[in-house]
C-alpha cells in the first residue's frame, strides 16, 4: 500500500481535506504509534481554526491570493517532534536522526475558483523550534501515562532558533467524474528558517463528496473517499535534521551533504463528512531524510466541526 507527507508534515489545508465551510474548527494528530513505530518524525498535533473575520488579522495580509476566489481565512497552532531510532540511550546517536521540537503559529487562506479547477493556498508559519517548543516534555508525559520506555537524549535536541516560513501550494484539476473520482495536480513551494523544498505531486479521489475544485456540489449528509497523494520533494534545507538558521551551537546535527535532496512521499486516507462534522484516519510514508537514515511511515486521525 503507497503511504503520504508534504513539505511540513501535515498539511491540513490540501483541497482533498477540505471541509467545504469557511467557519470550522479541527484538530488534526499524527503518531508513529500507528504504524508501530517510535523514531523520526514521531509525532504532530494540529489545531486550527476558520473563520471569515480572520480576513482582519494582521498577518493575513502577506497571503496570496487569486484575484476573484472564493476565499477563506484561518489559524493554526501546530507541534511536531522528531527523535532518533532508539529513544531509550543516554548519549548522542550520530548518523541517526537528532532530537528536535517544533511550535508553530500558522497563519493561512485557501482561494479557490471552482469554474477553472484552481486552488492557491498560503500560508505563514512563526514560531520556535528548540527547547522552547516543549517537545521533550510532551513525550516524556505521554510515555510515563502509556508506561512506556522514558526517552534519554532530549537534551542534545536542536538548539532555540526562530521559525518564519511562507508557503505557495497551487493545485489544478486534471479530471473528473461526477462526484466519484477525481484527478488533480499541485506544486509547493516553501521558504524560510525551518524548511526549504519544491515539491510536485498529485492527488487521486474516489468515493462520494464535494470537492472546492468543482462548482457541481450538492447538500447531502454524508460523503465518504478515499484519497492517495504521491508527492516528490526536492529539499534545499530542514532545520529539524541541519539545526536552526541563526543558531549553530546545536550538539548534533545532519551535515548538508548527508541530507536526502529528494525525498518521496505519499499520503493514503479515508474521510468521512456527516453533515458538519470531519473525520479521517490515513497512513504515511516518506523515503529517507538523510543518508544514513531509513524510510519511515506514521499515521493520524483528524476531527472537524462546522460552526
Not at 22 to 30: A, C, G, I, P, T
Not at 41 to 62: A, D, M
Not at 157 to 170: A, G, P
Request: include cysteine; proline fraction near 4%; charged fraction near 15%.
Amino acid at each position: 500500500m503507497p503511504f503520504t507527507c508534504l513539505s511540513q508534515e501535515m498539511d491540513h489545508i490540501a483541497s482533498y481535506r477540505s471541509m467545504n465551510s469557511d467557519k470550522y474548527v479541527r484538530l488534526s494528530y499524527d503518531n508513529d504509534f500507528f504504524t508501530a513505530t517510535d523514531e523520526y518524525y514521531t509525532q504532530g498535533i494540529n489545531i486550527e481554526f476558520v473563520h471569515p473575520e480572520l480576513k482582519h488579522f494582521p498577518l493575513s495580509l502577506v497571503l496570496l491570493r487569486l484575484p476573484g476566489a472564493e476565499t477563506n481565512f484561518g489559524l493554526a497552532l501546530g507541534h511536531e517532534g522528531y527523535t532518533p531510532r532508539s529513544i531509550g540511550e543516554t548519549y548522542i546517536q550520530y548518523g541517526n536522526h537528532p532530537y528536535a521540537g517544533v511550535l508553530l503559529l500558522k497563519t493561512f487562506s485557501t482561494s479557490t475558483m471552482p469554474q477553472k479547477g484552481n486552488r492557491l493556498s498560503a500560508a505563514l508559519s512563526t514560531g520556535v523550534i528548540g527547547p522552547a517548543a516543549w517537545a521533550d516534555g510532551m513525550q516524556k508525559a505521554i510515555h510515563k501515562a502509556l508506561n512506556n520506555i522514558q526517552p534519554g537524549g532530549w537534551q542534545y535536541q536542536i538548539h532555540n532558533d526562530l521559525v518564519l516560513n511562507y508557503r505557495l501550494t497551487y493545485e489544478h484539476k486534471l479530471f473528473h467524474a461526477g462526484k466519484i473520482f477525481e484527478l488533480a495536480v499541485n506544486a509547493t513551494a516553501d521558504a524560510g528558517t525551518l524548511k526549504d523544498k519544491l515539491t510536485l505531486g498529485a492527488s487521486l479521489r474516489t468515493g462520494y463528496f464535494n470537492s472546492p475544485l468543482s462548482d457541481n456540489k450538492d447538500n447531502r449528509a454524508l460523503h465518504v473517499y478515499l484519497y492517495d497523494v504521491p508527492a516528490l520533494n526536492a529539499v534545499a534545507y530542514d532545520a529539524t535534521l541541519q539545526g536552526g538558521l541563526f543558531n549553530r551551537s546545536s550538539p548534533y546535527t545532519i551535515t548538508a551533504a548527508d541530507v536526502s535532496r529528494l525525498v518521496f512521499c505519499n499520503n493514503v486516507g479515508l474521510v468521512l463528512c456527516y453533515k458538519n462534522i470531519y473525520m479521517e484516519y490515513y497512513l504515511a510514508y516518506r523515503s529517507k531524510t538523510f543518508r544514513t537514515g531509513l524510510t519511515h511511515q506514521w499515521g493520524g486521525l483528524s476531527l472537524g466541526i462546522g460552526l
